[in-house]
């Protein structure tokens, strides 16, 4: 088993996160996504849609999408639970893993790939305006993370999930889309200092 | 329990086939999307993201998107499975959800929003070339399923599972955003021939 990893990008560190939280080790290797690795033809046999990370297993199944390799470590390894225990534990998680993804992850994203100037040939046509909504839409989102976060230790209540570690690289990765978290979300700001000072968040 | 539906948007389509080929029957509240019903102060207590489908349990907890209100089902009533079996068959079930979640539901929801003009009140601002885009994304996303299904009875392998249902939903939803299946995706089209033949489908 080894571990096609893509560095900064968030769904890379996200398995990273993931499998810290766990504390499995996988055989890792580089995907230099600057240099167009995961263009090439080669990683295109892993990955038709040209993406990281992308797990490769012993009998040659490629598995991609971050959140599909974290789900296939819980069925194998499911202490400690990070996708919820019981009916309702697991659909609240998979409910806030989404709201982070659907919202603020694709805002970031958005605002990211159509604003910044290193991305002008990654994101063709760059469509500043389209930035610029998604910023917006961002701050709002935070916003409402602030506001469940006054009541609830983490996302998805009591317990740390992969919703936590979804809204962790999400929140690390605003800084080059351009995104300032406002300073006054203090309950925001509790929960990532929290997330952030788990050993697994240097992954 | 009762189910807060939207009628004919892919995601409040995604949870009644899911239902049906579970056989399962919940109470259905309908939400009046075109009155902008969701946007009410009362329906944002139900979900602050103002979307549909949203489940209201006994004890009145509410759970939103799609997909974790399928999941609840699903751990309560786990046959037939819908979200495969062992640890690879529900990773690839994520995965091939996933793939068509954030490819081609997602270029369909942007070309539908964005160059729909029954959506000037929704998407606001709309932005026409973003829908453009998204438009020739989508059928670069068409001609990925086809391939795959050329050796795959349905998506996730030889099980039918809400990652079909995932693809149903949207491809159905493609006419609306001015998206055409392209004809000569033969194995897409028995794909779907399959899938639309369910008597789930009718849901």
């Known amino acids: 088993m080894r571990l096609f990893d893509g560095g900064r990008v968030p769904n890379a560190r996200r398995v990273r996160v993931f499998l810290a939280e766990k504390g499995l080790a996988v055989p890792v290797v580089p995907v230099d996504l600057g240099r167009m690795e995961h263009k090439s033809a080669e990683f295109t046999q892993r990955n038709p849609l040209q993406r990281v990370p992308v797990l490769e297993l012993d009998d040659g199944t490629f598995l991609t999408e971050s959140v599909a390799i974290c789900r296939y470590f819980e069925e194998l390894h499911p202490e400690p ?90 929140i690390d990765f605003l800084k080059p889309a351009r995104i300032t978290v406002p300073p006054e979300l203090a309950h925001l700001a509790r929960w990532h200092a929290e997330c952030a000072g788990r050993p697994s968040a240097a992954a």
């Open 81 to 170: 639970p990070l996708f919820g225990t019981g009916a309702l534990g697991r659909a609240t998680v998979e409910m806030w893993n989404r709201r982070v993804e659907l919202e603020l992850y694709s805002q970031g994203q958005a605002a990211f790939r159509h604003g910044h100037p290193g991305m002008a040939n990654h994101e063709v046509p760059q469509i500043p305006q389209w930035a610029d909504v998604n910023r917006g839409r961002a701050l709002a989102s935070l916003r409402l993370l602030d506001d469940h976060l006054a009541d609830h230790r983490y996302l998805a209540g009591d317990v740390f999930s992969i919703a936590d570690i979804t809204a962790l690289v999400t």
